[in-house]
């Protein structure tokens, strides 16, 4: 009897996998900076609260998907990943930088350390979507997808 194992992933079905999960890491840092800002800020707990139980459902859901089915080579999951953190995603982290810019100029920004930790991680965070994306659809992981069989 032949059993035949699941071919293994392309480096670049790898790369994306990994780099898909540094997003959402770099989502869930960006949070607790978020977070903490607005503690100091005085903003109300229920409102801080809401935003973490919303956040904790969105990335750990994202998780799930990148982790037991992406990584695995189940073809949907990297249709789900580009839709939502290719370009929902997307959108709320570029949308919120440009409309301030809009109303503002470069000397307004308040070079403060939440400010520079939270610019770092957003570079980060849109830097690891953009490349995920295109390693997400390249010849090699289109191909690995196609012919990985996953439930």
Known sequence: MT?????????????????????????VAESVVGVIGALHDGVAMPAIAAQIAIRTLVYGGLFVVIDRYFRHGTNWSRYLLAGLLGTVGMAS????????????????????????????????????????LLLTFTPETNRWFRNTKTA
């Open 93 to 132: 982290l570029v949308v919120g930088p440009i409309i301030w810019l809009l109303d503002h100029d470069l000397s307004s920004i308040d070079w403060s350390a939440q400010f520079l930790l939270t610019a770092v991680l957003r570079s980060l965070h849109v830097t690891a979507v953009v490349t995920a």
């Open 3 to 27: 059993v035949l194992a699941p071919s293994p992933a392309p480096l670049t079905a790898r790369w994306a996998t990994t780099l898909w999960l540094l997003a959402v890491a770099a989502g």
